[in-house]
C-alpha cells in the first residue's frame, strides 16, 4: 500500500513538472507574440494552448485558473473564455486511498461510526471528493474528504500563480495583480482546513436561521476533521434544472440566492465567495414544488471588516444621490490608491454595472433586455481601455472575491430569467444598516461560531 501512495505522489510531481514546463513554453509563445505584434486570433490560439496545459493538471491550480476567469480584466477576454471551459472535476481517489484517509481522520475503526458509508464519491472536486453515508441514527451524511498531500500540491500550484499573473503582465498592464495574487493564495489556503469551513458552515446556520427560503446542513462534529467534514445531507435538485420552470419558481429561487448572498454580508459583513452552480441544490416543499435553496460548500467564505461592508452602502448612496464626494469616500474605504476625478469616473462605469439593478426601482431581470453574452461586455470593455491608458491600477484585495461573487450571482440570475424589485430587495437590507451594528453582530457571529475575522 505504501509503494502504491509512493506511486501515487511521483506521479503528481510528474504531472506538476509537465504542468509548468507546458506553461513555461505558452510563456515563452506569448512573449514572442508580443515581440511580432498581438492579434486577436493569436490571442485565441495562445488561450487554447494555455487552456491545454492547465487542463493537464486536476487540482487547485485549475481552481485559480477558473477563478482567475471570473474576475473582470484580471486577464484579456480571450483568455478568460478558455479558461472558463476548464472542468474543476478531478478524477475520483479510489477506495482503497479512500479507506486509507478515513482511518487517518477517524481512526482504524473509522467504518463501524457509520451505518452504511458508499465507496464510489457522489462528486469529485479540486481538493477533495464527497462519499455518502449514514450515521447510525439514520441521519444521511455528506463526508467531504480531502485528497492526500493537498497542502503540498497548493503550495506547488501558487507557485504556478506567478507564471500565470507573469503571462497576464505580459499580455496587458491595465491591472496590477499583485493584491489579487496575495488574495487568492490565502483563500485557497484557508479552503485546506476543514475545520474551519465548518465552523463557516456554523456561522451560516446562525446568520440565515430566520430565512425559510435557505437551508444550512449541519455540522456532524464527531465525525469531521481538518482533513475530513461530515455534514448532513441536504436532498436537493440542480439550479439549472429549474431554467424552464414557472416564472414563480424562478423568482423564488433568485430571491432565495439574492437572501443568500446579501443578508449575510449586509448584516454581518461575510460572503459567499464561489460562485459555482454546483455549490447550491433546489428543495421542494411537502407539497412538492421548489421550495428555495440548499447552501452546500462553505471553504471559500470571506469576512470581512465592518468598514468595507459601509464602503459598499455608501457607494450605493453615493451612485442613487449623484454624491461624488459620498462616491470618492467609498472607494477610499475599500483601498483604491491615486484616486483623481477621472480615475472615479472609471470606476462608476464597472460600478453602475454591477448595482444598475439594485438602482432601478421596478420589475425586472438583471440583463434586462441585453443579451446574456454581451451583458456587461461594453462596460468592461470601457473600463480596461480607460485603465490602459492611464497605466496599471492596484486592485485592493478585499474587492475581489466581492466583485467575483457579485458577477457569479448576477450569473444565477441571468440562468434563471428571474425579474425581481432588486431596488427593493437590497434596499430592504441595507434599511437599517450602521457600521457600529454590522460590528456588533459580526463580532458575537464569530465568537459563537469560534472564528475570528
Not at 473509522?110 to 449514514?134: D, M, T, Y
Not at 447510525?136 to 467531504?144: E, I, N, R, S
Not at 468592461?380 to 492596484?394: C, E, F, I, N
Not at 441595507?430 to 457600521?435: D, K, T, V, Y
Request: charged fraction near 25%; charge should be neutral; proline fraction near 4%.
Amino acid at each position: 500500500m505504501k509503494d502504491d501512495e509512493t506511486n501515487r505522489l511521483s506521479a503528481r510531481a510528474t504531472r506538476y513538472a509537465k504542468v509548468g514546463a507546458n506553461l513555461g513554453g505558452v510563456a515563452a509563445r506569448i512573449g514572442a507574440s508580443m515581440l511580432t505584434g498581438r492579434t486577436s486570433a493569436g490571442d485565441r490560439a495562445n488561450a487554447a494552448a494555455l487552456t491545454r496545459a492547465l487542463g493537464g493538471l486536476k487540482g487547485p491550480l485549475m481552481k485559480v485558473a477558473q477563478l482567475l476567469a471570473t474576475i473582470p480584466e484580471a486577464i484579456p477576454a480571450e483568455y478568460a473564455e478558455e479558461l472558463r471551459q476548464l472542468q474543476s472535476e478531478a478524477p475520483p481517489m479510489p477506495y482503497v486511498f479512500v479507506r486509507r484517509r478515513m482511518a487517518a481522520e477517524l481512526g482504524p475503526d473509522w467504518l463501524n461510526r457509520f451505518a452504511s458509508f458508499e465507496k464510489e464519491p457522489a462528486a469529485a472536486a479540486s481538493l477533495g471528493q464527497v462519499h455518502r453515508a449514514v450515521a447510525h441514527d439514520g441521519t444521511h451524511l455528506a463526508c467531504k474528504l480531502q485528497y492526500p498531500d493537498m497542502e503540498s500540491a497548493v503550495e506547488a500550484d501558487l507557485k504556478q500563480l506567478n507564471i500565470l499573473f507573469a503571462l497576464q503582465k505580459q499580455m496587458d498592464g491595465a491591472i496590477d495583480t499583485a493584491e489579487i495574487k496575495q488574495e487568492i493564495a490565502d483563500r485557497i489556503r484557508e479552503e485546506l482546513n476543514y475545520t474551519r469551513e465548518a465552523r463557516h458552515a456554523k456561522l451560516y446556520a446562525q446568520m440565515l436561521a430566520d430565512e425559510p427560503l435557505i437551508r444550512v446542513p449541519r455540522v456532524i462534529d464527531d465525525l469531521s476533521s481538518k482533513r475530513l467534514l461530515t455534514l448532513e445531507w441536504l436532498e436537493g435538485e440542480k439550479l439549472l434544472s429549474f431554467k424552464d420552470a414557472p416564472e414563480e419558481i424562478r423568482n423564488r429561487i433568485a430571491t432565495a440566492m439574492f437572501m443568500a448572498w446579501w443578508h449575510p454580508f449586509s448584516h454581518y459583513g461575510v460572503i459567499h465567495g464561489d460562485p459555482h452552480l454546483g455549490n447550491y441544490t433546489v428543495f421542494r416543499r411537502a407539497d412538492g414544488e421548489a421550495g428555495g435553496i440548499n447552501l452546500l460548500d462553505y471553504g471559500c467564505i470571506r469576512i470581512f471588516p465592518p468598514r468595507f461592508v459601509e464602503g459598499v452602502v455608501n457607494l450605493y448612496l453615493g451612485l442613487k444621490e449623484n454624491d461624488e464626494a459620498r462616491t470618492l469616500h467609498a472607494y477610499e474605504t475599500w483601498g483604491f490608491k491615486g484616486l483623481d476625478k477621472s480615475l472615479v469616473e472609471v470606476l462608476n462605469i464597472w460600478a453602475r454595472f454591477i448595482y444598475g439593478p439594485l438602482l432601478d426601482d421596478r420589475v425586472r431581470t438583471i440583463a434586462d433586455g441585453i443579451s446574456p453574452g454581451q451583458y456587461g461586455r461594453n462596460e468592461a470593455a470601457k473600463v480596461h481601455q480607460a485603465l490602459k491608458a492611464r497605466g496599471p491600477l492596484t486592485i485592493p484585495r478585499e474587492f475581489v472575491f466581492m466583485d467575483r461573487a457579485a458577477i457569479g450571482l448576477g450569473g444565477v440570475f441571468l440562468h434563471l430569467n428571474a425579474r425581481l424589485n432588486f431596488f427593493e430587495l437590497f434596499n430592504a437590507q441595507i434599511a437599517a444598516f450602521s457600521q457600529e451594528t454590522v460590528e456588533k453582530r459580526q463580532k458575537n457571529a464569530l465568537v459563537s461560531s469560534n472564528l475570528t475575522a
